[in-house]
């Protein structure tokens, strides 16, 4: 914390919409050695036509704020941006993030952040902390988990880096302007599974948080995402075994029931809503055609846009796993996991995210567009009903706010494409704007108010 304190800016500082992109962007990351760098520039330049374009004057009221955070950020972009390649270049699974867990921490430490590494109960999660008052806590979360076979196809490595970023950018502020809060980074593990971020809420990581943000790298920008709610059941069907061609009629076929719960949760479909999912396999249908399965092992995931839906499919679910039961004879035990819900996008947060992904030369799709595009499920979900906040996504493919059809995540052209220099553009990009986001929470009390506000009545 440095003792030199600047005092707080009070706006407006309207200037023009080039100027800005000047001011703001001509200091940017030369930490690429390459041309494409100067090209994202003039592209960035380009797509603000005019300042009617944007209502510049409101949006950067708190300029030398905004300026704080840019400087802050670009300063360690070319560290950012090594980071960012060795965790791509070395991909870890959920809960085997060692590396990753180090790698970040030892860097934060560096960088002044008080670090709780392993911390709630994981080996690989960690908590940093800034500031010196715990009047107003902004969370931020990375996440740094890959996928088997195909590495970081989901852009973890980014969103890691999207973490420190704004994190960074929020402790200049926090400390230029000697402001009476603090930011948290959230080092979350296994995301791709069981969701680190379950096991730390439940652990109290989140307690005395005022809002929890976090950025996702992607094939569109969406302020929006519209991720769906899930739980998985686990299927146990217990009969007993006979001689297959000698004495069948002394079975009773637990394969049978499987089979019963699959086709029926196939006919459940047809009168299920198309944005609801439920999707399952057989993992032990038994071990030997001659015999009668005295036992079977099936898995099924349900999903829905909210988690009220989920549950009552899950009801829906559990009828048919009894009524097979009840068919064949058989005993029935089944386990729900842990559910992830779905993002309560909390609104002020996402309009004023919004605004500074605007004044940075992007346009959005309508929100009803943005919240039609279906996507996967995160646990990020689980933290936005807990505590207000949000999980943009932002294009790593294009800086126009246009979707790109021609890969998505989870592929291998997608993990190449977190790991190319546009990428860690846009990654820095989303993380300013993600870090005045936080900014505003903590100087503009009337907003943080709305925030809240607006997660009671979401609830
Ligand atoms: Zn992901
Ligand atoms: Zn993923």
Redesign the pocket.
């Known amino acids: 914390m440095s003792s030199e304190k600047s005092p707080l800016p009070q706006g407006p500082h309207a200037s023009g919409c080039l100027d800005i992109f000047k001011r703001i962007f001509s200091s940017s990351s030369k930490s690429d050695n390459v041309a494409s760098h100067e090209r994202v520039l003039e592209t960035m330049s380009q797509l603000c036509v005019s300042d009617s374009d944007v209502k510049l004057s409101a949006l950067w009221e708190q300029d030398d704020l905004a300026k704080s955070v840019h400087e802050a950020i670009e300063k360690v972009s070319a560290e950012l941006r090594d980071i960012g390649l060795k965790l791509h270049a070395d991909p870890e699974l959920s809960y085997q993030e060692f590396h990753a867990h180090a790698l970040l921490t030892d860097y934060l430490e560096g960088k002044g952040f008080q670090v709780q590494r392993k911390a709630y109960t994981l080996d690989t999660a960690f908590v940093a902390r800034a500031g010196n008052s715990d009047k107003v806590t902004i969370g931020i979360c990375s996440e740094y988990d890959a996928l088997p076979g195909i590495g970081h196809a ?1 852009g973890h490595n980014l969103i890691a880096i999207s973490g420190v970023a704004t994190a960074i950018g929020l402790k200049a502020v926090i400390e230029k302007y000697g402001l009476e809060a603090e930011v948290k980074l959230f080092g979350t593990p296994a995301e ?1 599974t069981t969701g680190g971020k379950i096991v730390m809420l439940k652990h109290g990581a989140f307690d005395g948080v005022d809002v929890c943000m976090m950025l996702h790298g992607a094939n569109a920008d969406v302020v929006y995402p519209a991720f769906l709610a899930l739980d998985t059941v686990t299927v146990e069907f217990f009969g007993k075994a006979s001689h297959a061609s000698a004495s069948p009629w002394e079975g009773i076929n637990a394969l049978d029931a499987a089979v019963l719960t699959y086709t029926n949760i196939g006919l459940m479909r047809q009168q299920m809503h198309p944005s609801q999912r439920v999707h399952g396999i057989i993992k032990d249908g038994g071990k030997a055609a001659n015999i009668i399965p005295d036992y079977t092992l099936s898995t099924y995931t349900v999903r829905a846009p909210k988690y009220t839906e989920v549950e009552v499919l899950k009801k829906k679910v559990e009828r048919i796993l009894k009524g097979a039961a009840a068919a064949t004879g058989c005993r029935v035990e089944f386990e729900w996991g842990v559910p992830y819900k779905d993002i309560l996008t909390n609104d002020p947060l996402a309009k004023k995210f919004e605004s500074y992904m605007n004044a940075q030369g992007l346009k959005y799709a309508s929100k009803q567009e943005q919240l039609s595009k279906l996507s ?1 499920s995160t646990d990020m979900g689980n933290l936005t009903y807990a505590l207000p906040g949000i999980h943009p996504m932002f294009n790593i493919l294009n800086l126009h706010g246009e979707d790109d059809k021609s890969m998505g ?2 592929t291998t052209a997608f993990a190449h494409a977190a790991a190319q220099s546009l990428g860690h553009v846009t990654t820095l990009r989303a993380a300013k704007s993600l870090a005045m986001t936080g900014v505003e929470c903590i100087v503009d009390k009337e907003f943080l108010k709305s925030v809240k506000q607006e997660f009671n009545d979401q609830k």
């Open positions: 989901c791709e996967g995540l989870h």
